[in-house]
């Protein structure tokens, strides 16, 4: 009886087991693993893309960091896998600072267009493009995605997450935040303090963004961009770091949710 009762267990356990991968990042699944699961329990990815560019006193790669350390936070939820992160984006009017690089449109709209491709080959239903770089990649990314989808049969979503949770960053910080500003920053901070160099902060580092039409100025004179005149200026509160990234990966896990759910019941 004990010994019929144990094999019942183990192969219950064996079968909760399997119900996940040992990873849900594609370039750490062995292939034979993925197979097993893809498209047939999980046919949605989650694709970061960023680029390298100065964000004030957190790391160069923020825009890397950012996207890839919410599509871990939220694959489970989603029952999703992670693609590899897209480290290298259309950079522009900060492309001259140190360690900053810029790809060009006409490179990387084709080759962010095979990646789409590649997805689509491997099963993936639902292509979730997690965006940490905004200015010209954003159209890029939204003009291929939709092209890609069209023409296979796919489903994708490009979020752009600061944007998106605007309000997230007001109901924290009771102001609004900046490219590399108190937003970004905290979301950095929440994920690696180590990546965050207060010691090399002051205020000359930002400047606020322009309003249409009256001034442009290339390179960007300041690694910190704020949206507002007075308003956005990293704070480095540690509690306020973990409750905004929190709360920025619930919204963007209920709209994925919640867009899958309506593709689903659209039957598209």
Not at 36 to 60: D, M, Q, R, S
Not at 91 to 103: H, L, N, R, Y
Not at 118 to 136: E, T
Request: glycine share 8%; proline share 5%.
């Amino acid at each position: 009886m004990k010994y019929t009762l144990f094999l019942f267990c183990l192969s219950l356990s064996c079968c909760v087991f399997a119900q996940s991968p040992t990873t849900r990042e594609m370039d750490r699944i062995n292939w034979m693993e993925f197979a097993e699961f893809v498209p047939g329990n999980i046919n949605t990815v989650l694709l970061p893309t960023g680029t390298l560019e100065p964000h004030g006193v957190i790391n160069n790669g923020a825009d890397n960091t950012a996207p890839f350390a919410m599509a871990k936070a939220i694959a489970e939820d989603l029952n999703a896998m992670i693609a590899p992160t897209l480290n290298y984006g259309i950079t522009g009017s900060m492309a001259a600072f140190p360690g900053a690089f810029e790809i060009s449109e006409e490179a990387y709209a084709p080759f962010i267009r095979d990646i789409l491709k590649g997805l689509a080959k491997n099963k993936f239903k639902n292509i979730i493009i997690l965006n940490g770089h905004g200015g010209g990649q954003t159209a890029v990314l939204q003009k291929v995605a939709a092209e890609v989808a069209n023409e296979l049969g796919v489903r994708t979503l490009v979020i752009n997450w600061w944007s998106f949770a605007s309000d997230v960053t007001l109901e924290v910080f009771k102001e609004d935040g900046g490219h590399a500003g108190l937003n970004e920053t905290a979301y950095i901070q929440a994920i690696d303090p180590t990546l965050v160099h207060k010691e090399r902060y002051n205020t000359d580092q930002a400047t606020a963004y322009p309003k249409p039409n009256t001034w442009s100025a290339v390179p960007f004179p300041s690694s910190i961009g704020l949206y507002q005149e007075g308003q956005g200026y990293p704070n480095f509160d540690e509690k306020q770091a973990m409750e905004y990234f929190e709360k920025v990966n619930t919204k963007v896990l209920k709209l994925i949710q919640e867009t899958i759910r309506k593709w689903d019941l659209a039957g598209l």
